[in-house]
Structures are given as structure tokens and as C-alpha cells.
């Protein structure tokens, strides 16, 4: 899976290459933005291959990412 999905419709927030260049060159670690669909959401990255997606409504998603996914 290389797409951050929205917790509450499930569409495509952006890809995880996108979000991990914006969190690595953010201080905050936090990546807030809006779904198609209206939703506020903020994007964390505890740990280097999990990403946790929080909605203004209070919905979760852990996305855990495979390191193999980007070598050939």
C-alpha cells in the first residue's frame, strides 16, 4: 500500500512518499490537512514505519509501512 487513506470515506488523502518528505522537513511531526469528503485530519509518525491518521470526528487508522516497498 503506498496511498494514506481517509479514516471516514476511505478515499485517497495522498501518497506516503508525499506525507513522509512533508514530516520529515515539518518541526511539529504533525501533518494536518483536509479530506475531499470535509474532514479534518492530522497525520503522526511515532515510529519510522507507522503513520496514525486522526480524524476532527475522532476516527483512527494505523498505517504500518513495509521498508522493502521502495528497494527494487
Do not use: Y
Request: charged share 25%; proline share 4%.
Amino acid at each position: 500500500m503506498n496511498e494514506m487513506i481517509c479514516p471516514s470515506c476511505g478515499k485517497m488523502i495522498m501518497s506516503i512518499t508525499e506525507v513522509e518528505r512533508i514530516l520529515s522537513n515539518t518541526f511539529s511531526k504533525v501533518l494536518l490537512s483536509r479530506c475531499l469528503c470535509g474532514e479534518a485530519f492530522e497525520i503522526r509518525s511515532p515510529t519510522r514505519n507507522l503513520f496514525e491518521i486522526s480524524t476532527s470526528s475522532g476516527k483512527r487508522l494505523k498505517q504500518f509501512i513495509d521498508d522493502a516497498e521502495g528497494t527494487p
